[in-house]
């Protein structure tokens, strides 16, 4: 018998049960901070209809992250998980940040160690991250763990990414916007292959939008995972 193939974590589907009000917050915290301008919230939000697989829906984002969520443990490494690259240039990043998030090993990683790599993407102006959006991804210890029972384990290719036609609007209306917090909205699209014991795997079209910071004269980092927007 083929082993359960146990939910893999999925940030295209991140927000998928959300209300709008909801969605509407996560966004304003990130991303309207840097526009100043309410009709690109409504219009991220509005394009948030995200892809679930039929057979394995992601975990729902917790609303309180719990302790290894807030703080990943500094000693327990990042097994698999890449360290972020320097790299300056907001598309590049965000699309090494899609393949990043989509990809984990529970063969050689832990569920602490997948948090602590995915932290070490991050802004650390605490005025513009989200890590709550980002950690909300990964599975909740009793998941991580029947996974790693199966070795499941995922790797992904990036086809391409762009800057969503809402974002280039609001830029175009008030290109001085962006000097606040020079936080760029990217959309990412690609691929991700999951395989498991004895054989099992399988592979699913990935969607993803994510506001990066990028800074003059400064390696860029992941501020928050928005809703999908594929425009």
Not at 143 to 148: F, G, I, N
Request: hydrophobic share 40%; with cysteine; aromatic share 6%.
């Amino acid at each position: 018998m083929m082993p359960k193939r146990f939910p893999s974590f999925s940030l295209s589907s991140y927000g998928a049960g959300w209300s709008a009000n909801r969605r509407i917050a996560i966004v304003a915290s990130v991303v309207a901070v840097l526009l100043a301008i309410a009709g690109i919230v409504a219009l991220l939000t509005g394009g948030g209809n995200s892809r679930q697989a039929p057979d394995a829906a992601a975990p729902a984002p917790a609303d309180s992250p719990s302790s290894s969520e807030a703080a990943p443990k500094p000693s327990s490494g990042s097994g698999s998980v890449p360290k972020p690259p320097q790299i300056a240039e907001p598309v590049a990043y965000a699309k090494a940040a899609a393949q990043m998030l989509w990809s984990y090993d529970t063969r050689d990683t832990s569920r602490d160690q997948q948090l602590a790599g995915m932290r070490a993407w991050m802004t650390t102006e605490t005025k513009y991250t989200d890590w709550a959006s980002v950690s909300g991804q990964v599975p909740d210890p009793v998941l991580w763990s029947r996974m790693a029972d199966q070795d499941q384990h995922a790797t992904a290719s990036v086809t391409e990414g762009h800057y969503p036609s809402a974002f280039k609007a609001a830029l175009a209306d008030d290109p001085s916007a962006i000097t606040q917090a020079y936080i760029y909205v990217v959309t990412v699209n690609g691929k991700q292959q999951i395989a498991w014991r004895k054989g099992g795997g399988g592979a699913e079209e990935r969607a993803v939008t994510l506001a990066v910071q990028c800074r003059p004269n400064h390696d860029c980092t992941l501020a928050a995972i928005a809703p999908s927007v594929t425009q």
